[in-house]
């Protein structure tokens, strides 16, 4: 679900030492959990607080909590994700990681995303027990502002069943929405590797080529054809991929993405679209 690391246990035992009362009730578990958060405040301080304290900071535009290094249980790969969304670095420290954090940026629901900001810091039994910190994948929000706490796919065991308990009980309080992480497999993976060269913003067409695009792929049509029909002809094909990447074209998604394949206007951006341009008669009225 999350990393582990038994080397911050010693640290976070001093750290939660002393700070309130356990968090998760014995009906939770056997044993009495608490669970505190350690972050990077705005100011750049390492702070620990408990999980209702967290109720509205933004810790997916907070700053990571120390250097990245790469997972040594994972896949051996540490890359810097430049994401779309946000225009924020994600630090990825696995390439499994690393593709979900490209699917994250796809996701037209998710609007800031950030690694390594936080980690969940917990003991058991006022200290007398076991103690631990886990390390979520990612911190999101949505378009509707709500707080996701996305989590690695648990361990084996009793060990996987702790973990999941401390995200469940630190999420329950700081009121935060658990996700597993996903990760794009197959022709969806190659699809978004293919799209992510043209996610940035110097490839967004200027609103009226992208009104001419729109308008010329309400009908289904080949990427290339789609292109060649506009005014740009086929140098506009960057901007068509781009708009495939923004959501506002789309495609079946179960076959490869090529040139040659057939995508179409979403109906989201159809709306606005329909939207914009009743506006515009309106004033010009």
Known sequence: MAERAGSGEAACAEELAGRGAPAGPAADGPAELLVRVRYRSAAGRRVVQEPEQMRGVRLEEHPPLSEPVAYKRRASILTEWSAATSGLSVWCTSAAQRDAAMLLDFDEDIVCFQSLVAELLWEEDGGQGRRGVVRPAFFARTQGGQRVVIVH???????????????????????????????????????????????????????????????????????????????????????????????????????????????????????????????????GA
């Open 153 to 283: 796919p648990p361990a084996a065991g009793e060990e996987g069943a702790l973990e999941e308990r401390v995200v469940r009980v630190a999420a329950r309080a700081a009121r935060w929405q658990v996700r597993p992480l996903e990760v794009p497999t197959g022709v969806l993976a190659e699809s978004l590797e293919c799209l992510a060269h043209f996610r940035g913003a110097d490839l967004a067409p200027d609103p009226e080529l992208r009104r001419e695009l729109l308008e010329l792929f309400a009908a289904p049509c080949s990427l290339l054809s789609g292109a060649a029909a506009c005014s740009k002809g086929t140098t506009a094909l960057g901007h068509v991929w781009h708009l495939l990447w923004t959501g506002e074209l789309t495609w079946d998604r179960s076959v490869p993405l090529l040139p040659s394949s057939t995508a179409w206007t979403s109906k989201a951006a159809a709306q606005q679209a329909n939207t914009t341009t009743a506006k515009t008669e309106v004033e």
